[in-house]
C-alpha cells in the first residue's frame, strides 16, 4: 500500500520525535528525498544543538529536583498554616535562595 521510503520517512520521524527532536528539526533533515538523502554535516549540526537543548534541560530539572527534594525534606506534613512547599512555590524565581534561607524566611511544615 505504502512505498518503502514512505515507510521509512515515517518511521524516520516518528524516532526522531521520539529523541525530542523539534518538527522543525525534523523537516529540516528531511528537506529533498528523505533522510537518506540528507547531509550529514548539516545533520550533525543539528544534533548537536539538539544536544545542548536536552543538556540544558537536564540541568534544569536537576535544579529543580534538588530544590523540591530540599523543600520536601523541611515539611513535616503536619496541618500547620507556614508550608515550605507552598512558600517554595510561590517565591519568585530570581528569589535568591540562600539568602530567602539565612533571612529566615524558610518554613516548617
Do not use: N, W
Not at 536537576?62 to 523540591?68: C, G
Amino acid at each position: 500500500m505504502y512505498a518503502q521510503h514512505h515507510v521509512r520517512a515515517l518511521s524516520f520521524i516518528k524516532h526522531a520525535r521520539q529523541l525530542g527532536f523539534a518538527a522543525g528539526e525534523v523537516r529540516s533533515i528531511m528537506q529533498g528525498d528523505g533522510p537518506e538523502k540528507a547531509v550529514c554535516s548539516q545533520v550533525r549540526e543539528i544534533a548537536a544543538h539538539h544536544l545542548a537543548q536536552v543538556r540544558a534541560k537536564m540541568s534544569d530539572l536537576a535544579e529543580i529536583e534538588r530544590q523540591l527534594a530540599s523543600t520536601i525534606e523541611q515539611c513535616s506534613g503536619d496541618a500547620v498554616s507556614d508550608c515550605a512547599v507552598i512558600e517554595m512555590i510561590e517565591e519568585r524565581p530570581d528569589t535568591d535562595d540562600r539568602s530567602a534561607r539565612a533571612a529566615g524566611r524558610r518554613r516548617r511544615c
